[in-house]
């Protein structure tokens, strides 16, 4: 009887195992045992024992040292965030198409950087790390990462700086917004593609770089969920489905495209929702299995009764700037 009695508990405690992922799906953090100092530990497609050890290692060195625990680890740093729960703050990081999440007590360490779905404060006036944004400002979403000669940039719409009538870029002071103020000035935008002659509703602006600065091909989802990872471009054909993550509406708002816009050749609409301040957000397409996204374009236009959101290719932007995409992994 205790031999029966112990193969019933056996199989008790292999069924609980396997309901429990060793590793979560793409798209979605699971709920690890909190490892040293952390306060909790999630992860998406690494298994758990991974992202504890990251725990681990991260959590038994100062804050400020956090980047460089992660990097020895053998792990991307993307940002770290403050929240008000318990005087905590939540750091996000990759390796190839896993991600991880560990929140922490204390003082939240320096780093952050270029992700498309992120706020962008473009101004006329000087900007001020800390200080609040100068009257007339506009608030947009960052776009993809590209390749522009040998630097990096990034995307965003040109009508977020807008242009003067004599052609000049009327907001061209920007930087990447870390409520409540703007929060890492990034300079002056660098190509305006609304002042050519055949004009084009995309800009490109200086990205991040160096210690605490990384920038990434990937499109975040606000830091509760794992990013979306970008991997090469798809054409906006109709009937496709795709998504965009805009500061407003939020990420992954998703549909399909349903027809071209009215009257402007190259612009594309899909049956989508947007709202001010999703300008210049990625669209991208609904995402696959891995967690990975193709570019298919930025969003520039909300249109008709319905807010429609429409957008500019991809294609023609690259294109025009002779750039390339960067993608994740490379």
Not at 93 to 113: E, K, N, Q, S, V
């Amino acid at each position: 009887m205790l031999r029966a009695l112990r193969t019933a508990l056996l199989a008790v405690v292999a069924l609980l195992a396997s309901a429990v992922p060793a590793s979560a799906q793409a798209g979605e953090y699971t709920m690890c045992p909190a490892a040293g100092d952390a306060m909790f530990v999630e992860v998406s497609q690494a298994s758990c024992a991974d992202a504890q050890a990251v725990a681990v290692a991260v959590t038994a060195v100062p804050a400020a040292s956090a980047e460089a625990g992660l990097v020895a680890a053998g792990w991307s740093p993307l940002r770290a965030a403050a929240n008000d729960f318990q005087a905590s703050y939540d750091i996000v990081a990759t390796r190839g198409l896993a991600a991880l999440r560990i929140r922490r007590r204390g003082t939240a360490p320096d780093f952050d950087g270029w992700m498309a779905g992120r706020e962008l404060v473009f101004s006329s006036a000087t900007l001020v790390p800390g200080a609040p944004a100068p009257r007339g400002s506009s608030a947009c979403t960052s776009s993809f990462l590209i390749r522009l000669g040998a630097r990096h940039g990034g995307l965003s719409a040109a009508h977020c700086a807008g242009t003067t009538k004599a052609g000049v870029t009327r907001r061209r002071n920007v930087a990447l917004r870390r409520p409540p103020q703007p929060g890492i000035v990034l300079g002056t935008v660098r190509r305006n593609l609304a002042r050519r002659a055949k004009p084009v509703d995309a800009l490109v602006v200086p990205v991040p770089s160096g210690a605490g600065r990384p920038s990434a091909a990937v499109v975040e989802r606000f830091i509760w969920r794992p990013p979306w990872f970008v991997r090469g471009t798809a054409r906006p054909l109709l009937g496709r489905r795709v998504c965009y993550t805009g500061i407003t509406s939020g990420p992954d708002n998703c549909g399909t495209i349903v027809r071209p816009f009215p009257g402007v050749r190259g612009l594309a609409c899909t049956n989508i929702t947007a709202r001010s301040g999703d300008s210049g957000a990625p669209v991208y397409t609904f995402p696959a299995a891995d967690g990975t996204v193709r570019a298919v374009g930025i969003a520039n236009v909300v249109f008709g009764l319905l807010r429609s959101m429409c957008f500019v290719p991809i294609a023609p932007v690259l294109d025009a700037l002779d750039a390339t995409l960067v993608s994740a992994g490379g």
